[in-house]
């Protein structure tokens, strides 16, 4: 069973919209990050979350807000959509923030802005 | 700042074959160095990861990867590579800060 579930799989908005990344991770862990996977880019840092507190903020645009209602869900909302939005956004945990934790990943949300 | 750089976009091997997938990064301080699948249409997994002590780390699945300062890289390897092997492998580096920077990903194809 996924222990990082990720909802949607797939979802397309048009631009202008706004949407919701939903994740939610049962492994116990503290920390939460946002990563995205476009064609163009490697995989790239977005966020990480500690304890429900941002950490570290790497996505130069305040379209993109970070939700965390509860320990184990960080949840990315994206406001003003646009095509160069279009991308597989993963989400991830680990134990804590520093180097010695693994991180483990969600299967993605792709997403498509038309 | 960091880079990775993974000099070959894909591999074709045969199973049973070994394959090396190169990983370089450019850093001057102590950096952790990782190695992660990702199968078509699935999030990534963790093989393995080095930071310190012996440069030849065994990861899940036969996998092994090895640190190399003077080169600064962290070639990944198997012996012997089945077809569910095929993948698209990321190396990656975190400079203690738990935000990991990845490469571009090599694919690797086995053929029967």
């Known amino acids: 069973d996924p222990k990082i579930i990720q909802k949607p799989k797939y979802l397309v908005a048009v631009t202008g919209s706004e949407k919701i990344l939903i994740c939610e991770q049962y492994?116990?862990?503290?920390?939460m990050y946002w990563y995205r996977q476009s064609a163009k880019k490697p995989l790239e840092f977005m966020f990480s979350y500690s304890y429900q507190k941002l950490m570290d903020n790497q996505t130069a645009s305040s379209r993109f807000q970070p939700q965390s209602s509860k320990k184990n869900h960080l949840d990315l909302q994206i406001t003003a959509l646009k095509p160069d939005d279009s991308a597989t956004y993963f989400c991830?945990?680990?134990?804590?923030?520093?180097?010695?934790?693994?991180?483990?990943f969600g299967a993605g949300t792709r997403l498509s802005v038309l | 700042t960091q880079t990775v750089s993974q000099s070959d976009a894909h591999v074709t091997v045969f199973e049973g074959d070994s394959v090396e997938l190169r990983c370089n990064y450019s850093?001057?301080?102590?950096?952790?160095l990782s190695w992660y699948i990702q199968h078509h249409g699935h999030g990534l997994q963790f093989l393995l990861k080095y930071y310190s002590g012996n440069p030849v780390v065994q990861g899940v699945n036969g996998f092994e990867a090895e640190f190399s300062k003077s080169d600064s890289s962290f070639h990944l390897r198997k012996a012997s590579v089945h077809w569910s092997d095929s993948a698209v492998y990321f190396c990656a580096v975190d400079t203690n800060t738990g935000k990991l920077t990845f490469g571009d990903g090599t694919v690797l194809t086995v053929k029967p």
């Open positions: 850093y001057g301080g102590s950096i952790y």
């Open positions: 492994l116990g862990h503290n920390a």
């Open positions: 991830a945990s680990s134990q804590g923030t520093t180097s010695q934790n693994t991180l483990y």
